[in-house]
């Protein structure tokens, strides 16, 4: 038998590589692919009406297939917001900056999106913002083609026409 | 209590397993299976008292992906909703627990893994202790095929009994419609398959496959009215072995067989010889051959019919495997099986696993007739 070690051992150092490979899925896919041609696809429900961005297989509140795709706009209103003060691993854009919900016309339920070319502090509810493409040539069908959104200077849509959006 | 109360399985609903879905996420594929299991049973979402899942993120390499899956289960109005990292068959479990306290009637069970986004080789690895087994690197394939050699030296069963075995079920596979492997094999092609890692053979072990399963549990007064001809429960045991694989004796099933036991026990069975199917959660002939000892149900007299869906071995979606085998002696007993059908079976057996080299056990005894009055 070997002498048992002098320093006990502590921890165990195991590194494990997991690889993935994902599949966006039909409604996915062509959501994304719709970016390249800088339009927005949503599901609208069969039974509620209700138009979900990104497009979903099923409307969540009723159970009942989302399964209409129609377009909605690239432009709407924030819904709720938030200004980011701390850095997030991974993600290199200057602090403060403004991550908020964005319900856009058409759209049953917001999206989450960046807010800029404004100061954080004049971002509010009900602010109509529009969305900033990448240039021709530069989208490639991902979450990146809407670089953000910005205001669009157009007046504060009523709370009353987003509250039910957020 | 005084006794425990007849819960029955009232509808089932798998996908058929395949390789790779490419066009639908694993939420995906389970809103239609939930859909459908519904409306066989002819119930709205918001009948359903409680529901819990079988899934597992390693496997979709999705960070909360269970708590994505809700809305493909139906979310809205509320309800309780539990989830396992383990194979559905153990939610169907927690599901009857539940039921047997009183406090739901009816339980929606599902289970779903996009087994081919990920390495599942790699992701079981993760089941094994972090310390000693785990950095060898050792996945699924490796360990069974530890257990098969070790049983193979114990009781000389050789190669061409693994083939045998394994043909009788991909001939058995042959005819269900729902197996991801459905052309039948001779022992003679199975022999002259490659290692895959010996002395298991590439025509022994399934291919990864993914499905999407949806069960519905229903207790007594309530599944009379779901389903024209429930399955009911009449007993269930589960128990877990040691993790560290050279802790037990691998060419023996101790938690399968006490799991029947139990089960048996609970159903007022003298043997598992009694049932006239039984599904066997047996990812390789060897798994097959320890657990029809474990269970005793083979040599002379009576004997049930065993996995006559072909079983794991034509088609073993990870985290469903075992729930499929409960839907699977729903089926039979139910007379709702149209292609593999063991005729006139009145009582069955479905058993599911989890862990490496059978650890985890659950052993379920299902009839047509309610067993408590």
Request: aromatic share 8%; hydrophobic share 40%.
């Amino acid at each position: 038998m070997s002498e048992p070690p002098r320093e006990p051992v502590r921890y165990v150092e195991a590194d494990l590589a997991l690889p993935y490979h994902y599949v966006a899925g039909d409604y996915r896919a062509r959501y994304l692919r719709a970016l390249a041609d800088k339009r927005i696809l949503g599901s609208r429900c069969r039974k509620t009406g209700k138009v979900f961005v990104p497009p979903v297989v099923v409307a969540p509140d009723v159970f009942e297939p989302a399964d209409e795709f129609v377009e909605v706009a690239d432009r709407g209103v924030v819904t709720t917001f938030c200004i980011v003060n701390i850095p997030v691993y991974g993600r290199d854009i200057e602090i403060p900056y403004v991550a908020a919900s964005v319900a856009l016309d058409g759209a049953d339920l917001s999206i989450f999106a960046l807010v800029r070319e404004v100061e954080p502090e004049e971002v509010r509810m009900g602010m109509r913002v529009e969305a900033v493409w990448k240039p021709d040539g530069e989208r490639r069908g991902d979450y990146t083609d809407i670089q953000y959104f910005r205001p669009t200077g157009e007046p504060d849509a009523p709370p009353e026409t987003f509250l039910h959006r957020l | 209590m005084d006794r425990l109360r007849n819960v029955a399985v009232v509808a089932f609903s798998q996908a058929p397993v395949v390789a790779c879905d490419e066009h639908r996420t694993a939420h995906e594929m389970l809103y239609p299976q939930v859909a459908s299991a519904l409306e066989q049973c002819g119930v709205r979402r918001d009948d359903i008292d409680y529901q819990v899942a079988g899934s597992a993120d390693y496997i979709d390499g999705r960070p909360f992906g269970f708590v994505q899956a809700l809305d493909y289960i139906g979310s809205w109005p509320p309800r309780e909703d539990l989830h396992l990292e383990m194979d559905a068959a153990f939610a169907a479990y927690y599901a009857w627990l539940r039921m047997q306290s009183g406090d739901c009637d009816t339980a929606l069970v599902v289970g779903y893994g996009k087994t081919s986004e990920g390495e599942p080789e790699r992701v079981l690895n993760l089941q094994l202790d972090p310390y000693y087994q785990a950095p060898l690197g050792l996945g699924p394939t490796a360990t069974a095929a530890l257990q098969a050699s070790a049983y193979m030296a114990r009781t000389g069963r050789t190669d061409r009994d693994l083939a045998e075995r394994a043909s009788r079920r991909r001939t058995d596979g042959a005819r269900n419609p729902f197996a991801q492997v459905r052309v039948g094999a001779t022992p003679e092609e199975l022999l002259a398959t490659p290692w895959l890692v010996e002395p298991l053979r590439e025509g022994y072990v399934p291919p990864v496959g993914e499905s999407a399963v949806c069960l519905v549990l229903a207790a007594e007064g309530k599944a009379e009215r779901m389903c024209e001809k429930p399955v009911w429960i009449h007993g269930v045991g589960q128990r877990v072995e040691l993790q560290t694989l050279g802790s037990r004796d691998l060419t023996r099933s101790e938690s399968a067989a006490t799991a029947a036991r139990d089960a048996l026990g609970m159903a007022g069975l003298p043997s598992a010889r009694e049932v006239d199917v039984v599904e066997l959660c047996a990812a390789n002939p060897v798994e097959e051959m320890i657990l029809c000892d474990a269970l005793e149900i083979e040599g002379d007299g009576r004997q049930p019919v065993v996995n006559p869906s072909g079983g794991p071995l034509v088609g073993h979606p990870l985290m469903m495997s075992g729930l499929l085998r409960l839907g699977e002696i729903f089926l039979q007993l139910s007379g709702r099986n149209r292609t593999h059908a063991v005729v006139g079976a009145e009582r069955g057996i479905a058993h599911a696993t989890q862990g490496h080299c059978l650890q985890h056990n659950l052993v379920w005894v299902l009839g047509t007739e309610r067993r408590w009055t």
